[in-house]
Structure formats: structure tokens, C-alpha cells
T-cell receptor, first 116, second 110 residues
């Protein structure tokens, strides 16, 4: 069964450093999502792409976060500089259909970020 | 702000019992509804979609009440392996994407 791949699985960094996370969605999935999940909370959407275009990044803290999906396939989420409050699980998900549709979202294993 | 509210629990339930969770949502224009299961330190996985007519998948039954804006999940004959966090998820449609509740933590005790 095809899966969403993410790397690294774990990342420890010091505050003010830059970090980057990578996601490879299921082949053929047009829509890609980045979520942040703080311990004890549900995932919160940061940004969603349809192919290479950003559909919604209203919840992305743009002063320090950036996301791209240049060729409409894999995607990178970057934080620069990292802050203590950024410690969380960063989840990538993909779905076959268009954003906002009823297609199932499939999640990757996540990257657990710890900022010291 | 569009919200999804769940009782965080934990629900401690003996093996074999029936347990039910409810979830309420604020966006009356929401179009689709799901229950996801999340094991500790793992990613969420779709458990089942929730349809207006209600739907059943083995020991799991999901119901939607649009008038009252709540969703329920019923687990019958609970197993130890059902221990997990159950996330209520609402799709507002358009660019809103999915809104997740904080999850309900279920512990099945032997």
C-alpha cells in the first residue's frame, strides 16, 4: 500500500537555528497538506497545496515558516529561526482530489521536532 | 473561528464493554465528517467517514446529527487494541480543509 513519506522522523535543534522537513505524498495525489500537532491537541492545518500552488497558508506563521512544492510532487517545510514554542509533531498528508473535497487524507509518520 | 469540541477523557472502559463518544462542531456549512484514530506518537489514520444516514463498520457505528451539529462514535465489544485517541474531524469545504478536535483518549482495561 502506498504511503506518505516524511523525513527526518525526529529532529532536535537549538532555538534560532533553521530546520527543514521533507514530505513525499502518495503518487498521483494532487493535494498536499502540512499540519502541526502539539502534544495533547489535534492537528492544526498550516498550509495546503494543489499541485505546486498554495491554496491556503493563512495559518502559517510567515515571519518564520515557509513551504514549497516546486514541481507539484514532494514538499519542504522550513522554519527559520526555530523557537521553543515550535516543538511539536509536523505531519504531512495528501489526498487524491482537490482541496476541500471529501477525499480521504492519508498522513505520513510525522517529524517530531524538539527545540532546546 | 470554526471549532470541533470533544471530551478529552480519558475514558477507562473494561474489555467487552460498549463505549460512545460525541463531538460537536460549530460550522453549520460543514460538508463531510470523519473519525480518525491516533495511537501514541503515531500519525492519525482514518477510522471511518460519517454519513448522514449513519454507518456501521464491524463493531464501530458512526452517526451524524446535522440539526444539532454533533457526531457520535459507538464501539461495541471493545478490545484492548481499541485503546487509542479518537479524533473527530470536520471538513468545512473550500479552502478550509479539515478541522480536528483535540481527541478523546480511550483506555480499554483487561
Amino acid at each position: 500500500e502506498a504511503e506518505v513519506a516524511q523525513s527526518p522522523r525526529y529532529k532536535i535543534t537549538e532555538k534560532s537555528q533553521a530546520v527543514a522537513f521533507w514530505c513525499d505524498p502518495i503518487s498521483g495525489h494532487a493535494t498536499l497538506y502540512w499540519y502541526r500537532q502539539i502534544l495533547g491537541q489535534g492537528p492544526e492545518l498550516l498550509v495546503q497545496f494543489q499541485d505546486e500552488s498554495v491554496v491556503d497558508d493563512s495559518q502559517l506563521p510567515k515571519d518564520r515558516f515557509s513551504a514549497e512544492r516546486l514541481k507539484g510532487v514532494d514538499s519542504t517545510l522550513k522554519i527559520q529561526p526555530a523557537e521553543l514554542g515550535d516543538s511539536a509533531m509536523y505531519l504531512c498528508a495528501s489526498s487524491k482530489g482537490l482541496p476541500g473535497g471529501t477525499d480521504t487524507q492519508y498522513f505520513g509518520p510525522g517529524t517530531r521536532l524538539t527545540v532546546l | 473561528r470554526k471549532e470541533v469540541e470533544q471530551d478529552p477523557g480519558p475514558f477507562n472502559v473494561p474489555e467487552g464493554a460498549t463505549v460512545a463518544f460525541n463531538c460537536t462542531y460549530s460550522n453549520s456549512a460543514s460538508q463531510s465528517f470523519f473519525w480518525y484514530r491516533q495511537d501514541c506518537r503515531k500519525e492519525p489514520k482514518l477510522l471511518m467517514s460519517v454519513y448522514s444516514s449513519g454507518n456501521e463498520d464491524g463493531r464501530f457505528t458512526a452517526q451524524l446529527n446535522r440539526a444539532s451539529q454533533y457526531i457520535s462514535l459507538l464501539i461495541r465489544d471493545s478490545k484492548l487494541s481499541d485503546s487509542a485517541t479518537y479524533l473527530c474531524v470536520v471538513n468545512g469545504g473550500g479552502a478550509d480543509g479539515l478541522t480536528f478536535g483535540k481527541g478523546t483518549h480511550l483506555i480499554i482495561q483487561p
